[in-house]
């Protein structure tokens, strides 16, 4: 809303929302994050709270409520397996968050192309790492998103992925969802 892009920490939610049942590396949920950002007041920058550190740090929760950025009201829930729906969140409202199956030797070393994995799940209990959707395209008539996934910039294309749309593969339009900012 301000014109100027301010890096978010991912960490301050890996840090800080155990209480809303979110448990870091090892499981949670986006809406549950943005319930811990609207209660919470914002989300710290990571110029504030640190970079992502990919873990805990060592248990502490050390966010400078004055500091906190980005506000929300709420979120919405993008409708499940609708690619369109998703294409024109991302469009309308920028950066959409998703749930992915991440679970394959084939996305662990992804490095470039678009990304398509056969025995990929797409139903809401295949789904086991949290990205953002930033883009769509189409690459030799292939459609695809653009995913930023959070395994720092030495992960695939940059820290990025072009995801096949073919069949929904690995689920990014079966749980999207975008904060309302205040």
């Not at 139903?123 to 996934?149: F, R, S």
Request: glycine share 12%.
């Amino acid at each position: 809303q301000t014109g100027v892009l301010t890096p978010l920490s991912q960490q301050v939610l890996i840090d800080c929302s155990w209480g809303f049942g979110n448990y870091a590396c090892d499981g949670g949920e986006e809406w549950r994050a943005y319930e811990w950002i609207k209660k919470h007041g914002g989300i710290a920058s990571t110029e504030s709270y640190g970079t992502y550190l990919g873990q805990v740090r060592n248990g502490l929760c050390h966010y400078n409520q004055s500091e906190m950025l980005a506000k929300i009201t709420g979120y919405v829930n993008v409708t499940s397996g609708n690619i369109t729906a998703v294409k024109t969140a991302i469009y309308k409202h920028g950066p959409v968050a998703v749930s992915i199956d991440a679970s394959h030797k084939t996305f662990s070393f992804y490095s470039n192309g678009i990304y398509y994995e056969p025995k990929c799940g797409n139903q809401p209990g295949t789904l086991d790492h949290a990205v953002l959707a930033v883009g769509y395209g189409v690459l030799q008539g292939e459609t695809y998103w653009l995913i930023k996934n959070s395994w720092s910039t030495y992960w695939g294309n940059d820290g990025y992925i072009l995801m096949a749309m073919k069949d929904n593969n690995c689920g990014v339009a079966t749980e999207a969802t975008y904060p309302i900012l205040a």
